[in-house]
């Protein structure tokens, strides 16, 4: 999938970027190295579209460093907010780390509990393994295209 580009041309082009990340994303976890860990907190509203915003540190070579991160998707009903940590793999420079994303991700939350997992992944092959926290009401299946940059 590190083949894959992700262009920010139009929602079209983008949703067929997703659908190839949310396809080959199980064959991209077999070929990984951990190289640091993320922090992320945002807010996902979805009603067959979805839209996010938040912000996360990533903890890379012994350092932090804060980015921002929204995007748009197709999947899910309801509103929450997440918070997710996990491992960040394939990354040898820190300039490989910001820029966009397919994302697939499933989970559910009902009030303060809700939990899921997503898969990230970026044209310099990238990848990003999430487990994550929900709170609100929401139902949440499908994939998005995320854009990543360091503040």
Same mark, same amino acid.
């Given at each position: /999938? $590190?083949?894959?580009?992700? *262009? @920010?041309? &139009? *929602?079209?082009?983008? @949703?067929?970027? +997703?659908?190839?990340? !949310?396809?080959?994303a =199980?064959?991209?976890?077999?070929?990984?190295?951990? $190289?640091?860990?993320?922090? +992320?907190?945002?807010? %996902? !509203?979805?009603? +067959?579209?979805?839209?996010?915003?938040?912000?996360?540190? @990533?903890?890379? %070579?012994?350092?932090?460093? *804060?980015? $921002?991160?929204?995007g748009?998707?197709? &999947?899910?009903?309801? #509103?929450?907010?997440?918070?997710?940590?996990?491992? !960040?793999?394939?990354?040898?420079?820190?300039?490989?780390? =910001?820029?966009?994303?397919? %994302?697939? *991700?499933?989970?559910?939350?009902? &009030?303060?509990? &809700?939990?899921?997992? /997503?898969? @990230?992944?970026? =044209?310099?092959?990238? /990848? #990003?393994?999430?487990?994550?926290r929900?709170?609100?009401?929401?139902?949440?299946?499908?994939?998005?295209?995320? +854009?990543?940059?360091?503040?």
């Amino acid at each position: /999938m $590190s083949g894959m580009k992700v *262009r @920010l041309l &139009g *929602r079209r082009q983008a @949703l067929v970027g +997703i659908a190839g990340a !949310v396809t080959a994303a =199980p064959v991209a976890a077999q070929q990984r190295v951990k $190289s640091g860990t993320v922090y +992320i907190e945002q807010v %996902q !509203v979805a009603f +067959i579209g979805s839209g996010n915003v938040g912000s996360g540190t @990533l903890h890379f %070579q012994g350092r932090s460093y *804060r980015f $921002s991160v929204g995007g748009l998707g197709v &999947g899910g009903f309801g #509103i929450s907010k997440m918070e997710a940590s996990g491992d !960040v793999y394939n990354l040898k420079e820190l300039r490989q780390f =910001p820029g966009a994303y397919g %994302q697939a *991700r499933y989970g559910a939350a009902a &009030g303060d509990k &809700g939990s899921g997992e /997503m898969w @990230l992944e970026n =044209p310099n092959g990238v /990848m #990003i393994d999430l487990r994550t926290r929900r709170q609100g009401l929401a139902v949440s299946l499908g994939a998005d295209a995320v +854009i990543i940059d360091f503040k």
